[in-house]
């Protein structure tokens, strides 16, 4: 009889990804919240499919070899098996039942955030986070896309007595105590994002025009990597945060530090007109999409805070002074030369002459002050646009917090 | 019984094409509208694979200099072009188009099909779908880059490449395809119900029938979803309404959207997409079931369980597409119900796993080159099943949504699976459709550079999102997440595509040599039993058969039926007196 | 039940299911176009269903408010504004054309050519008539009350933008429907005339009314999710 290569393989294969399975580092990394019922889902998937898995895979690799092709010989005629069908049947949906039931009980806490949970808004753009904090009344404030402009990043409603006290959060770190549990409010600016940390396991899309949440209770003090998990055009990669979880004390004192939106208002600094023109050209072309102006790093480009002289270290390991020469080239020839540690993402940009000399006076500015760095760039201009619509995203401050 | 009806096939006269054009290029021949289906797919898919070679490569080696030109736009352009193409206009046209037209007629022992013209018409607009997505890449900002799942707003905001033309050929190639699906789809079903010859009644079918028909359906059914997206989504974009876009500030200007639900086109996007999968691997199902049966000598275990679980898996498919939006921000009550109605659609699916796999016990197995891609795709839809266990679970599509495990998952199940049973059916029906054998040593190299190499591309590249590596990452760099060893694996991955990819050569080399070149075949070279191995000639002439059509007294799976001489008895060979 | 009784009999179905699956048609007498149109309509079903479906979430989640049906469409008469008059009319002669449609029908069994081709110019007519309705009544929102399908002209905000979007969208998918539906019934009537159906039992003129019947029972739909909602 020909050996039946492919019963081997066959074999080989199942057995090969069992012990793949086990041999590999590449499973869940130490969970850092209260998701342990997801995990224990997975677990019982696991079990439950990788039996199923190795017995169809042996059982074939066996028949494949058992059975093969003798001339003359005839094989056993049984069109079917009611009985035989019907215990698979029943087999299978219990196995089924086993994997869904705990899966159910699992969504159902996941979709009921506690009542004792406090609530922390995700602003989302292209290509960055920004987060909010209802502030001492526990309350948010109603924001809309709509309001969003270069002095109102979150599109806080004017005028909105709520939103006076949210602490608004420009940069991209986040700070949360441990042990209590946070009910995540998404909205996004733009586009679709994915507020994702994969040791929460949890993780919920932000859609424009509404406020979608999920909720967790962090369990470990660790600095975690916020990665968007939704395609968000070309530099979705890119979109990186950073989510601290410390201490109640420690969240306490930063949370103190940080901007209410009413101080944002308060801290407003004239640009001259030509650097004002200039901000607004930078702006129509989605400049600070990539680049922060208040020395925010982010992964899809330098910071234009201090962009002027100095020197700057290129990706092909030279040096480079950072004179008017390299930013003009490095506008119009953005591939030219590239900044070590970024990648080429920016598109060619159409400007005149004056366009690109506004934006240098803009940039010449953008120096760091050696007050709070949180409002240097949000230049406060008049921005009172009275509105008494309601407001479709308004969130309802129905559970106030307690931080 | 209706035995004095006469087939309404032999009443008209067949006329016969006299040019050249009209036998080959205008042809209405089902099975000259087969090869150009086929040979259209497979020249689209060719690029689609070139796609994802370019992909891969960047993937692993992001840093490398012949990398260099390969810009986050390319990359976004390239996944969202390989999703669509092999999809739409690899799958759905090769699994329903090419074998769709070639074997409905002839398993069902009628001349054609029913509208010969519209289906000639069909595969010409399909083709004008093809190449106006073709010409995507040379407007101007080339191709769409918001992936296959086009999901708005970023389908049509600044921040994603080809935002200005790219998506207007996507969308507009996508409706013109669905034109040509339903020219071809209405010729399937129609030919199916109404032209099938003397006794061969529903549940005689082969099951490779049952799949086309059941998957054309939810076709029917289904595409008027992703059209009905195209226009509004058209719409927004050129006539700026606002269906699916709300307010928004895309990267510093305030759009002049205001009101819309992006929610709604991820409904409609899935209530096609969902029951796509099915179109995609109905017909696989039957293709795979029709081989076992045939290269194991044994009938197929089942039949009629076989049946009922493509028509229950077909009416399911109908109501489980929000378990794609787990994390899409919907109402989270519908996870309730999503989640329960995808997993009850994984017993039936099981059935037929367990029914190919039962139908080698005891059988008489003949180890050919088909046989080895049907085996082949039963391991890999059970990796493909099992994970999707997982991600139809809503608990668990939380952690593992958006990341590589996505993407293994739905590349073994309807990627590669799919994919195995289309070379599979093109190694079993060649020899019909050209009268010449394909080379058997070349397809079984083929066989296992294939089955291994997809294997090991795709049964790692679940562990990487276990670990929460996430997709649509044009780069990942070092991140706390993302270890070297990962980035080892990613570089395994990638080596094993394309040796993957070039062992694809051997196949088109196998197709045209032996075309010219192979053994001759005989009529029935496999000893089956269904009708297109009875025709009076090899290959078929136009209009298949003799003045008279078949006449069908059986199954299409009898073999090894106890005290006949030959271990198979054909559909057409008369039953002796019934005991 | 044995082996072999299985491959060869259908005993264990119910008499409904036997003749639903026995060989050659599942729908006996009918013939391949009807079936296909039939077919082709569930298709087409879809896609309505589809653009109802999104009209409809479109209504529940805008937060401005819906325009006034009877106010947007009313039409002024002599000086009176008549809520609906002008969509009361184009739904009268549609259904009018489908009373015509159907007389056509039985004419061709009856094989008389002459008066299906008159009855099937009727049905055309109407549905000609039906269109320029519609056309009138396209301009009049468009040039009168100022709507858009991007939503308002200046000067008239009636409220939520998508109302105009989706209104002009989904009659306008109709009326072609209906365009569609005229030159169909127009050439299948010359055709008719001319005896290019003399072979058959002029089941063509029953497979264009199981068309135009559908697309006036879409009308139906239209009618009563744009005007009356």
Known sequence: ?403 | MATVEVPYQETVPLHHPKTWIGKYIFSQDHKIIAVQYGITAMAVGLVALILSEFMRLQIAFPEAGFMAFFTADHYYQAITMHGMIMVIYLLTAFLLGAFGNFCVPLMCGARDMVFPFVNMLSYWVYLLSVIILMISYFVPGGPTGAGWTLYPPQTITQGTPGVDWGIATMLISLAVFIVAFTMGGLNYITTILQARTRGLTLMRMPLTVWGIFIATFLGLIAFPALFVSAVMMLLDKFLKTSFFMPAIVSLGSKLEYSGGQPLLFQHLFWFFGHPEVYIVALPAFGVISDLISVHARKNIFGYRMMVWAIVAIGALSLIVWAHHMYVAGMHPSFGFFFATTTLIIAVPTALKVYNWILTLWRANIRITVPMLFALAFVLTFIVGGITGLFLGNVIIDIPLSDTYFVVAHFHMVMGVSPILAIFGGIYHWYPKLTGRMLNDTIGRIHFYFTFIGTYAIYFPMHYLGFIGVPRRYYETGISEFYPVAAHNLNKFITIAALIVGVSQILFIFNLVHSYFKGKKAPANPWGANSLEWCTPETPPRHGNWEDRLPTVHRWAYDFGVPGEEKDHIPQTVPRRKAS | MTDTTLSTQESIFTSTARDWSSDMTTFKGVPWGKAMMWIFLLSDTFIFTCFLVGYMVMRMTVTEAWPVASEVFALTVWGVSVPLLLIAIMTFILITSSGTMAMAVNMGYQRRKWAVFWLMLATALLGASFVGMQCYEWSKLIIDEGIRPWGYAPDHDLGAPQFGSIFFMVTGFHGLHVSVGVIYLITVAIRVVRGKYDHTNFEIVEITGLYWHFVDLVWVFIFAFFYLW
């Open chain 1, 1 to 403: 009889m020909r050996i039946a290569y492919i019963a081997v393989i066959l074999f080989l294969v199942t057995l090969g990804s069992v012990v793949f399975n086990f041999t590999t580092p590449f499973h869940f990394d130490a969970i850092g919240s209260n998701w342990e019922l997801i995990d224990i889902t997975v677990y019982i998937t696991f079990i439950v499919c990788g039996v199923a898995f190795v017995a169809l895979g042996l059982l074939m690799a066996w028949w494949v070899y058992k059975f093969q092709y003798q001339e003359g010989k005839f094989a056993e005629y049984e069109p079917e098996n009611a009985k035989l069908e019907s215990q698979l049947t029943i087999i299978t949906t219990i196995g089924v039942v086993v994997m869904l039931a705990p899966g159910l009980v699992a969504w159902n806490d996941y979709i009921n955030p506690p009542s004792d949970a406090y609530e922390l808004e995700v602003y989302s753009k292209q290509w960055n986070w920004m987060y909010r904090f209802p502030g001492a009344d526990g309350i948010f404030g109603a924001a809309h896309n709509k309001y969003v402009d270069l002095d109102n990043p979150f599109g806080m409603k004017p005028g909105d007595p709520y939103g006076e006290d949210d602490i608004l959060i420009t940069d991209k770190t986040v700070k949360i105590p441990v042990d209590r549990p946070v009910k995540v409010l998404l909205r996004s600016q733009d586009v679709l994002h994915d507020f994702w940390v994969p040791a929460i396991r949890a993780k919920m899309d932000a859609v424009p025009g509404m406020v979608t949440y999920f909720w967790f209770e962090p369990i470990v003090e660790r600095v975690y990597e916020v990665l968007c998990a939704e395609l968000c055009g070309r530099n979705h990669f890119n979109m990186r945060g950073e989510m601290h979880v410390v201490s109640m004390n420690e969240y306490s004192t930063w949370l103190n530090d940080q901007v209410t939106w009413a101080g944002m208002q308060a801290g407003a600094v004239p640009l001259s007109p030509e650097a004002a023109l200039g901000r607004d050209i930078a702006n129509d072309a989605g400049c600070f999409a990539c680049h922060s102006t208040d020395g925010t790093q982010r992964d899809t480009g330098p910071t234009w805070l201090d962009i002027w002289d100095g020197t700057v270290e290129l990706d092909d390991g030279t040096t480079r002074v950072r004179d008017e020469a390299y930013i003009v080239k490095s506008i119009l020839d953005p591939h030219a030369e590239i900044v070590l540690g970024y990648t080429t993402t920016m598109t060619t940009s159409e400007l005149t002459d004056e366009e690109l000399q506004s934006i240098l006076d803009y940039m010449k500015g953008l120096k760091s002050a050696p007050a709070k760095q949180e409002t240097t760039d949000e230049n406060e201009s008049e921005n009172a646009e009275p509105s008494s619509e309601v407001d479709s995203t308004t969130i309802p401050g129905e559970d106030p917090s307690t931080n």
